[in-house]
């Protein structure tokens, strides 16, 4: 499932991915290809745990996270941690600890925003209130190079041809807005319905 929200005026797009584990089931499995792909066109990663596990669950979810995307570790269902656990968890403002929360309470929502303004470039630093991704600036350059041959297939007088390079620049700007393709429908479907269950 895809969502769009505003942080101060910035928007983000959130992708809800599968869970990751080994399946035998084919829809399950391509549900998680697909879950992989998008992690892999991600700017940022909220891995979300339960608080329970500690740094096992950690570890076991790591293993299948793409290494050069940053991670956001979220420590879910906090609430539900004895209050005299003596946990030892890093302070989530620390580089490896994982930030507390709380579905049910909402405790530590707000601290999940302000660490989703900071990865947005959001923080104060008026140098990072732009940040673009190599992937980004790829994707520009293409769209740049498909609208100058839409232009010069106009002049010639080639319109079936200038229509496919501006669908070939819509495509390329929709990898930086999370706007739907026909491949991302398809993995909606997937990813909203239990098909075969």
């Known amino acids: 499932m895809r969502e769009t929200v505003r942080i101060d005026g910035i928007e983000l797009t959130l992708v809800d991915t599968a869970g990751l584990r080994t399946t035998d089931d084919v829809i399950e499995s391509e549900g998680i290809r697909r879950a992989r792909a998008e992690m892999a066109r991600a700017d940022l990663l909220l891995a979300v745990t339960d608080a329970r596990e500690g740094q096992a669950g950690r570890q076991r979810l790591a293993i299948d996270l793409p290494s050069h995307v940053e991670v956001l570790w979220i420590a879910n269902k906090s609430d539900l941690l004895p209050p005299d656990s003596g946990s030892t968890e890093p302070e989530p ?9 709380s579905t049910r309470t909402g405790q530590g929502l707000d601290r999940l925003r302000d660490a989703l303004r900071r990865a947005a470039g959001l923080d104060g630093n008026p140098e990072g209130a732009f940040t673009a991704r190599n992937r980004h600036l790829d ?3 293409r769209v740049e190079a498909h609208l100058s041959l839409a232009e010069q297939r106009l002049a010639e007088g080639a319109g079936e041809l200038a229509a496919e390079d501006l669908h070939s ?3 390329a700007l929709g990898e930086i807005t999370g706007r739907t393709s026909p491949d991302a429908l398809l993995g909606e479907i997937f990813g909203r319905f239990c098909i075969g269950k």
Request: charged share 20%.
């Open 169 to 171: 620049a819509h495509d």
């Open 93 to 101: 403002e620390s580089a490896s600890g994982p930030l507390p929360l």
């Open 139 to 141: 994707a520009l350059r």
